[in-house]
Structure formats: structure tokens, C-alpha cells
């Protein structure tokens, strides 16, 4: 992100400042807000029965004819070329149809990278693609062996003859930082922002804390790997993938294969997990070029250790957060600076000072992060990226000044809560974070804590409880459209590209669609999963929800413009516009006048029309620019410690969200604990593993990539405050990623107030506590 | 030579590389059984063998020969399906549903291992009765990870289907 952005950027918020809040999207609330119906009840999963039966069809569960296996083979030095290669002894392996590698690949250009506002833009690596002999990091992608069947694939790899001429690469955090990056801008924020004198006031203050905090490598670790079925029909594509991109993958590959939009087809109805890490990589590409050199459908998962070596994950961060404040405990300096590892062919600058920048009200400020190049796998967006690291470091440094201080943190956090934007001054559409604590406090019995820290223990157990404060930005994507198809007889189809890596997006999509277009749940099919459908932007940044939604309304919309235009003259709602009237019970009823009705049945019938379609886009998100947007939660922890062993155990684990109308309870919940129970992994378990010497990941695989297992947690409470936010559609927040974010942080806390001993360096392993 | 799946016979491959698990995928097409790491760490791959959970990655197709299979496409009776089944719905027991066939099939079995007075590392009295508790069920279930976080809702379920059974 450039320069020109951030003053583009500056430029539109200031220009939204002038105008007055009706002209925008949001601006008059939602009228579903409030109102009781499909909306907000436990609906269980509507694809419930296929996934416990085993029935969803994910990506490499396709069958075709003449189906052929692929395997790939990574390479195993960091920096180099491909000096030799004999592909001959695997060519001659039985049943081997293909030995692809950089000499008989086509020639392809580089994938655009990833963009919110480009559609066709969707790749994480600006890296060509088995285009020449350069091996650019450990684990890239060098040769695919196609054969009749999986076992003979994987045995022909293994005969592939390649000899490597290594060169120096690029491996370590420390001596990276001699010629570390600092990018203009963060995703739409401008990068270094500095307000007073923070360096001042933190050696004026009468309290103050400066310290560094470090987070390791994650993997995203969705338990399906990633994996495609893909096959050529002349110049027809059809890909299965499993992804969170659809509509961008299709424009993307199209471009990329020189073929036509309308002749490429992405189908990824399932997606077994994805968190980040499922859109477009290397895989699809050699796959799809794989399958039209063999003129055979082609099959390919990946291993697990090739999604750890060739999927980028979260990447390792060193944060400073240096916080001061005056006697009354109000603060005077705010810092949050630190270095991130992200390769210029990488897309995600792990924002993690962004939440901090709207977080707490200070007199002085600084923000900034350097970007850290070196020859790796390129990192990527992984669920809360940033906030998920930096909120444990800025949680962490709160819960410090605290104690330091003898003030309750969660009363810290209260004494120094902002009234509007902390930077911008920008009004925020709702926040509700004190309530969320002040919930979160009262069911978790906060009031039981013992502020000393290591004062309770039972046997060889110390125990302890933590608080912190998570956040997430509110994001609704600038593009995306939905299309409604009414019958007479009352049912409809809501259509569009979206993705569901197990939010519930056709269950809480359909509930929406009931309550918006008056109709009973039964009565509607949301349909989904396919590039031939209306394109829905990717799901990411916890915008999908919200994107579609605005565009259901959008649809809606319309489709009530056109049944009044329908209606006629004779009509009962004759004369009346698409806002004056509402969808109730299949009919339009006048808002003025609910006397003035007239059924979606009868309108169809008059008009002799057996069926009416619309589609539509969604507005533009102005009200991101025009507000300050954010969900928010309040996590508690109590945590117990060995004093023998250093173990750590989480034995109680709550969060109190601030995230809008909840749409679904039922699902909602599981959401929220989800992204909680990957903090669980992120503050004990999970780290990549990173040869500092070879530029190779060490645990490449789910037996040494610790991701927390039953036993590892505990039963979780989640509660809401519910509050609709006025600002957007169905005053809905993102809720995926905000789960993570806090957690961390708050188990740490737990264990510095369990045992007296703060640990900076995740994961807080049991070796940091002996 | 035929190893019996759901209670249809199918051959047993001609490859002896050939995993139950690709086997059952590739060749037979009951592709509810999953693939998350063949190299049973992540135990998504989990069906019955002669009523016992096995992983299907680490188990060749040839070690099959002669023996019953059950996949979660057998487990339902027919149309209806298997309490366990229904309980994981109930209970929100899985998000993207790609690690649910391997802990419902895991959860079946483990229920009888339990009940059979089999004793686990969280289990007091090793000579008594299994009895069933969310301690007992967690560590017995840790071989089969979720990373959608069902956690909770897959111990539900199966407090769920071990109370019913009681009655």
C-alpha cells in the first residue's frame, strides 16, 4: 500500500465528514433491527444432516472419469537453483501420466495479489510459479507427478533425480532487522502515526512499562487439507477447490490461462476449515496446468507437511508496547511499535498495532511497524491477523501498568476507555465494551480474584484469573452481489458465489432472507458455493456475513420496486414507492397504512407471471470510512500453574462479546468459542517451528504443531451484550475473528496472577515457568 | 479376498500400498470418512473395524480382508439418522463438518470402550465400571482434534447420546 492511498484514504473520510450521516449507507438504521423473527433464533445448521452423515461433498471428493493423482515435491533447501534434474526413472514409473516442472510448464504471468476492491485479485505470493530454475524459499513447489493413481504418484516422486546449487538466503529474525522495511501504509491505515511527545511523557510518568513482546509462526491447521479436482473441456475449466474465494479465484485463473470468464467454473460448496489459509496458492495453478497438458481430470490434496511448507501461516512478530500514565492512572503515552517478518512477494502486514490505535485514550501517542525480509514460505492473513498477536502484547502491557499501579485492570481499562476514536476523533457507530466486562465480571466472579499475585494455591496447583480486552475491525467488503428469484407460489432462491468454511453462512443467510422478504425459513433456499452464481466478494476479514447481508437488502430492494411496478394500478399499494412499504407474510404492506396490502401471489398472478428474479449489489461501505467501527470483547481466564512442573492449565475460560445483533445464537456460540479455543492454542501450544541455520520448518504436521485437543479445554461461556449497531446491516459485527483476539492475553494474565511470573515470549511453554 | 464395508463386500486392492482409507475414497467413493494428515495424528480418518475404532490412514486395505468396516454412511439406519448423529446437531457439536464424521464414528466406539469397563489415563478406579464423564470423554476423544473449536458441543452430544442409552 502506498503514499497515494493513504492520501486518498485522508481525502474520502474527510470529504464523508461533511456530510450529514442520512446520505450514507447506514445512516438510517436497518429496519430489521429490533424486529423479531428468523433473525436472532437458535436455528441449528441447515446443512447439518449432510455433515454428520458424511454426505457434504468437499473438494477432492469429486469423482470423475479418467481420474488421475498428483503428488508434489517441495524443495528441501531454502536459496538455490535446480542445477540437475532427471525426471526420466519417474516417467518410465507405472501408471505415471505427467512429470510436470519449470521446463515443461506453461508459461504463465504472476497471479495479482490479493486486493479488498479488485475481484480478480486473489493470489498470497507474488511469486512466478514453476517458471524457472529459482528456488526462492524452503518448501516451494518444484515438480507435480500425475499418475492413475494416488500410491503410484507418490512413488514416482520419490524417483525424480534433482540436484541443487544452494545460495546464501535470508533465515534470521535478528539479522534481518539491520535492513527492515517500514511500509507507508498498513492495509487503509497510514503506517507510522505519532501524536505529542510519547518518548517524553514516558520518562515523566509517575507509572510506566516498556517491554517487548514476541509471537512465534502459526499455522492455520484446518483439518481438511487443501486439496482441488479440477478438469479441461477444451477451453471450459472446472475447478473444485477448497476455498475462500470463489468469485475471485474464477476471475483470476481466467486471466491467468488466457481463457473466457463465462468458461471457468469454481465450485467449492464446503470448505473443511479455513481460518486465512484457504485461497489461492501454487497448487491450484501446477494442478489446473497439470490437467490440461494430460487432457485428464486431475486430483490433488496436498500432504500435510506440504501445507505447512507451501501455505503461508501467521508470521512471527517482536512487538514493543510502552505504556505511562499519571497519578489518577489515566495515560499520557500509548506506544506500539515492532517488527514483523513479511516478504516483499507476501500480501498480510500483520497488522497487529492496528487495534491499538483504537483502543485507549492517551495524551500522547506512537505507532509504527517495520516489515522484516527473508526467504520464506509467504506469510498470510490467519484468523484475527494482527490483533491476535497484538492485543496479547498491548492486553499484556495493560494488565503490567495495573499491577504495577495496584489498580484493578479492568478499572485501568475503564479510566482510560475513549469517547470517540482515539487518533481520528471519528464518533464510533456503537461501543460497548464496558459493558462487556462489566457482564463478563459479574458472571465470572472477578470479584474472587486475589490481586497478589501467587497467593492461591491447592496442592502442587497455583491458580490465578486474567482479564483482557479483544477487537476487531468492522470490515463489509466494497463489492458483491446477490439475486432473488420469487415464485408465485411464495418460495424464493437468494443466490450468490459465498463461502462457508463452517460459519453457518447459508443458515444465518436464510434466516436473514426470511425476515427481509417476509416469507417463512422453510420457504427459502440459499444457494451457494459455485463462480456461476452472482459473484460474493471472498470470505475473509470477518466481512462476509455483513457484504452479503447488504446485498440481500440491496436484492430486496429491487425486487420490491419491481412487484409495485407489477402490481398495478388496481393494486391496494398503487402509488406507493419500494420504501413505503415492507415484506411481511408474502405480501407488501404499506408502512403508512398496513391496511394497504397486496400478496407476492396475487401480484405474480394479475401480472400472469409465474416467477420474477432480480439482482442486485450492495452500497458501498461508506459507513466504515464515516465511523469508527469495531467488535470488541471482554475475556476472562482463571489458569492454573504446577509449581512442580511449570504446566499450565486452563481451567475456566469466558468472553463477554460486544459484536452487534447476534444473528444466531446457536451458531454464534460455537463461533465465538472456536476463535477463543484457537487463543487457547496460541497462548500454550501452537509455534512454528522455524531452523533459523536451514530456513526449514521443523513440525510440519499435526503431531508437532500442538493445536489444543479435547482434554485441552475446558467448557467455555459465551455471553453478549446484543447491542445492535446502528451503523450496519442488521446491526450486525464480524464475529469470526474477534474470538481470538483477547485470549491470549488474558491467559497470560491468569498466569501472572497464578504465579508472580510474566512470560513476553508465546507460547507460554512450561520450561518459561520452572 | 473381499473386506466388507457398510455390509457390501468390496475387493481388496491389488496394490497392498493402497490404504483403508483410500480405498474407501477413491475406490469405493464413500467419501465420508476424511484425510487430515495420513499420519494419524489428527484421527479425521476414524471408522470401525469389526466395531472398533481404527485409523484408516494407518491401516492398509489388505489388514481388512475378511473383516467389517463401518463408515459414518453406515452408521444411521437407513434414512434415520444414528443418535450420535442427531446429537451432534443438537449440540452444535462441528462448524465445517470436515472432522465430524471421524469424532462421531470415534465417539460411537469410545462410548462401548468406556461402558465395556476399558480404563483410561483420567480414570480412578481401574477394576470398576466405566462411568461416563466429560473428563473421561475428553481424554478419551483428544485423538480426534477439531479446529473449528466443537469442542464443548461434541462433549454435549455424547453426555447426550450416554444418558439416553442409560435410560
Not at chain 1, 490440461?292 to 508496547?321: D, F, H, N, W, Y
Not at chain 1, 485507549?360 to 517495520?370: D, E
Not at chain 1, 432480480?614 to 500453574?641: D, G, N, W, Y
Not at chain 2, 482434534?145 to 442409552?165: D, F, S, T
Request: with cysteine; proline share 5%.
Amino acid at each position: 500500500m502506498s503514499r497515494v492511498q493513504n492520501a486518498v484514504i485522508g481525502s474520502v473520510k474527510t470529504v464523508l465528514g461533511w456530510m450529514p450521516e442520512r446520505w450514507l449507507p447506514g445512516g438510517t438504521p436497518d429496519p430489521l433491527i429490533g424486529r423479531h423473527g428468523e433473525v436472532g433464533r437458535q436455528a441449528s445448521r441447515l446443512d447439518g444432516p449432510q455433515k454428520v452423515q458424511g454426505k457434504a461433498r468437499f473438494a477432492a471428493e469429486v469423482a470423475m472419469e479418467g481420474m488421475c493423482y498428483a503428488t508434489l515435491i517441495n524443495s528441501p533447501i531454502t536459496r538455490g537453483r535446480i542445477a540437475r534434474l532427471d525426471t526420466a526413472a519417474a516417467e518410465a514409473a507405472p501408471g505415471v501420466v505427467l512429470v510436470l516442472t519449470h521446463r515443461n510448464m506453461p508459461r504463465l504471468e504472476i497471479v495479482p495479489v490479493m486486493s479488498i476492491s479488485n475481484m480478480g485479485a486473489v493470489g498470497n505470493s507474488a511469486l512466478p510459479i514453476l517458471q524457472d530454475d529459482q528456488i526462492r524459499y524452503n518448501g516451494q513447489v518444484i515438480a507435480l507427478v500425475l499418475a492413475e493413481t494416488q500410491e503410484q504418484a507418490d512413488h514416482a516422486a520419490t524417483l525424480v533425480e534433482i540436484g541443487y546449487e544452494q545460495a546464501p538466503a535470508r533465515t534470521r529474525f535478528e539479522e534481518a532487522k539491520a535492513n527492515a522495511r517500514t511500509p507507508a501504509s498498513i492495509l487503509t491505515e497510514k503506517n507510522q502515526v505519532s501524536v505529542g511527545d510519547a518518548p517524553r511523557e514516558l520518562q515523566q510518568a509517575p507509572y510506566s512499562v516498556d517491554n517487548l513482546y514476541r509471537t512465534p509462526g502459526h499455522n492455520h491447521a484446518a483439518i481438511e487439507l487443501h486439496a482441488v479436482t479440477t478438469a479441461w473441456d477444451g477451453d471450459a475449466l472446472t475447478l473444485h477447490d477448497a476455498t475462500q474465494a470463489i468469485a475471485p479465484t474464477a476471475n483470476a485463473l481466467a486471466k491467468l490461462f488466457g481463457v473466457r470468464r463465462e468458461g471457468v467454473r469454481v465450485l467449492s460448496p464446503f470448505v473443511g476449515g479455513g481460518f486465512g489459509g484457504k485461497a489461492f496458492w501454487d497448487h491450484q495453478v501446477v494442478a489446473i496446468a497439470a490437467a490440461r497438458i494430460a487432457a485428464r481430470p486431475v486430483r490433488l490434496m496436498l500432504s500435510r507437511e506440504a501445507v505447512c511448507r507451501m501455505i503461508g501461516g501467521r508470521t512471527p512478530t517482536e512487538q514493543r508496547v510502552a505504556l505511562a500514565a499519571d497519578a489518577a492512572g489515566k495515560f499520557t503515552a500509548v506506544v506500539h511499535t515492532g517488527f514483523s517478518v513479511m516478504p516483499t512477494y507476501a500480501v498480510c502486514p500483520e497488522q497487529y498495532s492496528l487495534g491499538s490505535r483504537a483502543a485507549y485514550r492517551s495524551k500522547t501517542y506512537q505507532f509504527g511497524q517495520r516489515h522484516l525480509d527473508l526467504d520464506v514460505v509467504p506469510n498470510t492473513y490467519m484468523r484475527g491477523p494482527g490483533e491476535s498477536v497484538g492485543s496479547f502484547a498491548m492486553e499484556s502491557a495493560v494488565d503490567e501498568l495495573a499491577h504495577q499501579m495496584g489498580i484493578d485492570p479492568i478499572e485501568l481499562r475503564r479510566r482510560n476507555e475513549p469517547e470517540t476514536h482515539p487518533l481520528s476523533g471519528t464518533a464510533f457507530s456503537q461501543r460497548g465494551v464496558l459493558e462487556a466486562y462489566r457482564m463478563g465480571a459479574e458472571r465470572f466472579g472477578w470479584d474472587q480474584r486475589s490481586a497478589a499475585p501467587g497467593t492461591r494455591r491447592e496442592g502442587e496447583w497455583l491458580t490465578g484469573m486474567g482479564c483482557a480486552t479483544g477487537s476487531f475491525p468492522y470490515v463489509r467488503m466494497p463489492a458483491g452481489a446477490v439475486r432473488i428469484h420469487l415464485t408465485q407460489g411464495g418460495q424464493a432462491t437468494v443466490s450468490c458465489s459465498a463461502q462457508d468454511m463452517g460459519m453457518g453462512t447459508s443458515t444465518v443467510q436464510s434466516q436473514h432472507a426470511a425476515d427481509r422478504l417476509g416469507l417463512p425459513l422453510e420457504a427459502i433456499t440459499f444457494e451457494m458455493g459455485d463462480s456461476d452464481l452472482p459473484p460474493a466478494p471472498m470470505a475473509g476479514g470477518s466481512a462476509q456475513t455483513v457484504s452479503i447481508a447488504a446485498a440481500i437488502a440491496a436484492a430486496a430492494d429491487k425486487l420490491t420496486g419491481e412487484l409495485l411496478r407489477m402490481a398495478g394500478n388496481a393494486s391496494p399499494v398503487a402509488g406507493l414507492r419500494a420504501g413505503e412499504v415492507r415484506l411481511v407474510g408474502g405480501e407488501l404492506v404499506s408502512l403508512e397504512d398496513p391496511a394497504r396490502r397486496d400478496s407476492f401471489h396475487a401480484i405474480l398472478s394479475r401480472a400472469g407471471r409465474e416467477t420474477v428474479t432480480v439482482t442486485a449489489s450492495a452500497s458501498a461501505p461508506l459507513e466504515m470510512l464515516k465511523f469508527a467501527m469495531q467488535s470488541m470483547s471482554a475475556i476472562f481466564c482463571e489458569a492454573r500453574v504446577s509449581a512442580v512442573t511449570g504446566e499450565v492449565r486452563v481451567t475456566r475460560l469466558l468472553g463477554s462479546f460486544d459484536c452487534g445483533t447476534i444473528l444466531n445464537p446457536k451458531t454464534a456460540a460455537s463461533q465465538f468459542r472456536g476463535g477463543m479455543i484457537m487463543g487457547l492454542g496460541m497462548a500454550l501450544t501452537e509455534e512454528t517451528l522455524f531452523d533459523e541455520r536451514s530456513g526449514r520448518i521443523m513440525n510440519a504436521s499435526l503431531a508437532d504443531y500442538h493445536i489444543p485437543a479435547h482434554l485441552d479445554v475446558p467448557d467455555i461461556e459465551v455471553i453478549w451484550t446484543g447491542i445492535p449497531d446502528p451503523r450496519s446491516p442488521l446491526g450486525a459485527r464480524g464475529i469470526g475473528e474477534v474470538g481470538i483476539t483477547g485470549v491470549a492475553a488474558a491467559i497470560a494474565n491468569a498466569v501472572f496472577n497464578a504465579t508472580g511470573k510474566r512470560v513476553r515470549d508465546l507460547p507460554l511453554t512450561l520450561d518459561k515457568l520452572l | 479376498m473381499a473386506i466388507s464395508v457398510n455390509g457390501t463386500d468390496i475387493p481388496v486392492p491389488d496394490d497392498p500400498r493402497v490404504s483403508l482409507l483410500d480405498l474407501l475414497r477413491e475406490r469405493a467413493h464413500l467419501t465420508g470418512t476424511k484425510v487430515g494428515c495420513n499420519q494419524g495424528a489428527c484421527g479425521a480418518c476414524t471408522v470401525l473395524l469389526d466395531g472398533e475404532r481404527v485409523l484408516s490412514c494407518l491401516t492398509l486395505a489388505v489388514q481388512a480382508d475378511g473383516r467389517s468396516v463401518t463408515t459414518i454412511e453406515g452408521l444411521g439406519d437407513g434414512a434415520a439418522l444414528h443418535p450420535m448423529q442427531q446429537a451432534f446437531i443438537d449440540h452444535d457439536g462441528f462448524q465445517c463438518g470436515y472432522c465430524t464424521p471421524g469424532q462421531i464414528c470415534a465417539a460411537v466406539a469410545m462410548l462401548r470402550e468406556l461402558q465395556g469397563g476399558v480404563p483410561s489415563y483420567v480414570t480412578a478406579d481401574l477394576a470398576g465400571q466405566g462411568t461416563v464423564t466429560a473428563e473421561e470423554i475428553r481424554e478419551r476423544m483428544s485423538g480426534n482434534l477439531c479446529r473449528c473449536g466443537a469442542h464443548n458441543g461434541i462433549v454435549e452430544a455424547i453426555l447426550q447420546v450416554a444418558k439416553e442409552q442409560a435410560a
